[in-house]
Nanobody, 123 residues
Framework: QVQLVESGGGLVQPGGSLRLSCVAS????????MGWYRQAPGKQRELVAD???????NYADSVKGRFTISRDNAKTTVYLQMSSLEPEDTAVYFC?????????????????WGQGTQVTVSS
């Protein structure tokens, strides 16, 4: 079974930095994309950034120039380096995986979510 384990959240002052990590494990045949979403209280979950299998990256306008997404050589760990953090970045951050993985009896394309990690930007 595919699992996503996130780490790196916490409390930081405005202007500070944090780095989130997400490790994917399980019977994964191929990864189409990995990324990060966030959900603030009372708001819908939104894409922050993702990275495709070929390395192309995509960012929300609100984080361009401040956040950087990257992955390791094995392509099963994704990172989100967050700089110049603002109070508006406060949210629960979720790792997202779009992959072909073994599900019981065959390989299926599926979407997986991590449990979420809290990021709070406050003085």
């Amino acid at each position: 079974q595919v699992q996503l384990v996130e780490s790196g959240g916490g409390l930081v002052q405005p202007g500070g930095s944090l780095r989130l990590s997400c490790v994917a494990s399980g019977r994964i045949l191929s990864i189409n994309a990995m990324g990060w979403y966030r959900q603030a209280p009372g708001k819908q979950r939104e894409l922050v950034a993702d990275i495709r299998s070929g390395g192309r990256t995509n960012y929300a306008d609100s984080v361009k120039g401040r956040f950087t997404i990257s992955r390791d050589n094995a392509k099963t760990t994704v990172y989100l380096q967050m700089s110049s953090l603002e109070p508006e970045d406060t949210a629960v951050y979720f790792c997202n995986l779009n992959a072909v993985a073994w599900e019981g009896s065959s390989w299926y394309p599926s979407t997986y979510w991590g449990q979420g990690t809290q990021v709070t930007v406050s003085s």
